[in-house]
């Protein structure tokens, strides 16, 4: 049986933190690895700020508060042409965006304003892509995903009748690299440049911000802030408020943006995914930045991080969906959690969220809805 919450202490350096700190790698890796072979930015610079502001969390939260690509500006990166002083624009302007929004108490006021089914929604609507995801990922290689899904199942059960750590996400990742290793060889040691400062000219902050920012925001404020938030409560009892969550968002991308940074928040995902395999304290994102440094300044060449088979990223994200798709039952209203997550996944998170926030509010009016 696992102690009551509430006793968890601050941190924690075990093998079942170590198997929580990688949870979230299936989401990172890919991202990164995308925008690093299609645009100027070093993925070495990358890495390095993801170890950096990982371990500046742990010690900050205490709690396995994830930090992860912005997800909006990495799709459409990854999908047309965009230069290293765009990308740091938009992590500039959403950067000063959200720490003004968390000093003003901005993030608290939209919280009291978004109905809970709404998050709800946004985290059912971000369950379905990670299972989208994921079936994209499993189909690459149908032996290795049945395996990794296996080992994740064999543990799960087990977990059930002995108490030992839920190592399945470090076995199913060592497994994937052992395959790597021997399929195409170790790639070699790879060291970064230094990073250098970006300055965006105008060219640059009217494209990042219109092309990338504007995009990114919505889904920010929602899953990596709000539903966050919502979800750091359901899982460890005690209130994160989301101002707090929304500065150091905004601290992150102001500082790593210029310098070589990608755009990085926090997310809902992210948060299943390390608690589901054995995160529970700041040790895990201590740990996670700690693998991520050592990968960024000795290994973070393309080459290295292609040896792992994307089929071991898609059985992680399976049931890291199912850890958050789980939470979005806890709704007061199931329609409107349910239009939201069938439009996040069909169109975007954004569509869902200003759709389904608007149904919520004429629906309220017209007393169909409880208020």
Avoid at 16 to 32: C, M, N, Q, R
Avoid at 74 to 100: D, N, P, R
Avoid at 139 to 155: E, R, V
Wanted: glycine content about 10%; overall charge neutral.
């Amino acid at each position: 049986m696992e102690p009551d919450r509430k006793s968890w202490p601050d941190f924690r350096f075990t093998i079942e933190e170590l198997s929580g700190a990688v949870g979230d790698y299936g989401t990172l890796f890919p991202i990164v690895l995308a925008v690093a072979l299609v645009t100027d930015i070093h993925l070495g610079h990358i890495l390095f700020f993801f170890a950096l502001w990982y371990i500046f969390t742990g010690f900050y939260y205490k709690k396995p508060v994830p930090v992860e690509p912005m997800k909006a500006i990495g799709a459409i990166v990854i999908a047309g042409e965009f230069t290293h002083g765009e990308i740091a624009a938009s992590g500039i302007i959403l950067g000063v965006m959200f720490i003004v929004l968390g000093f003003t108490k901005g993030m608290k006021f939209l919280s009291d304003k978004v109905p809970n089914s709404v998050i709800r929604g946004i985290q059912l609507g971000l369950a379905l892509i990670l299972i989208e995801t994921s079936i994209d990922f499993v189909t690459q290689d149908y032996l290795i995903s049945a395996i990794a899904i296996g080992i994740i199942l064999f543990f799960f059960f087990i977990k059930r009748f002995k108490n030992i750590p839920d190592v399945s996400s470090l076995l199913v990742l060592a497994i994937g690299l052992g395959i790597g290793l021997a399929t195409y060889g170790f790639p070699g040691i790879a060291f970064p440049p230094a990073p250098s400062l970006s300055i965006p000219n105008l060219s640059d902050l009217f494209t990042g911000t219109w092309l990338l920012a504007i995009p990114q925001a919505p889904l920010t404020i929602t899953n990596s802030i709000l539903a966050t938030s919502v979800l750091l409560g359901d899982l460890f009892q005690r209130e994160t408020n989301p101002d707090k969550l929304s500065k150091t968002v905004g601290l992150m991308n102001l500082i790593s943006s210029p310098l070589g940074g990608f755009p990085m928040c926090h997310g809902s995902g992210g948060l299943a995914a390390q608690y589901r395999y054995g995160a529970r304290t700041g040790g895990s994102n201590v740990m996670s930045g700690i693998i991520l440094l050592i990968i960024a300044l000795f290994f973070a060449s393309p080459a290295f991080i292609e040896i792992l088979p994307f089929a071991i990223f898609g059985a992680l994200l399976v049931f890291v969906a199912i850890e958050l798709g789980k939470h979005s039952f806890k709704t007061e209203t199931y329609f409107i959690t349910g239009l939201v997550g069938v439009l996040s996944l069909i169109f975007d998170i954004s569509v869902g969220f200003v759709i389904g926030l608007g149904a919520y509010y004429v629906l309220r009016k017209f007393d169909i809805l409880k208020k």
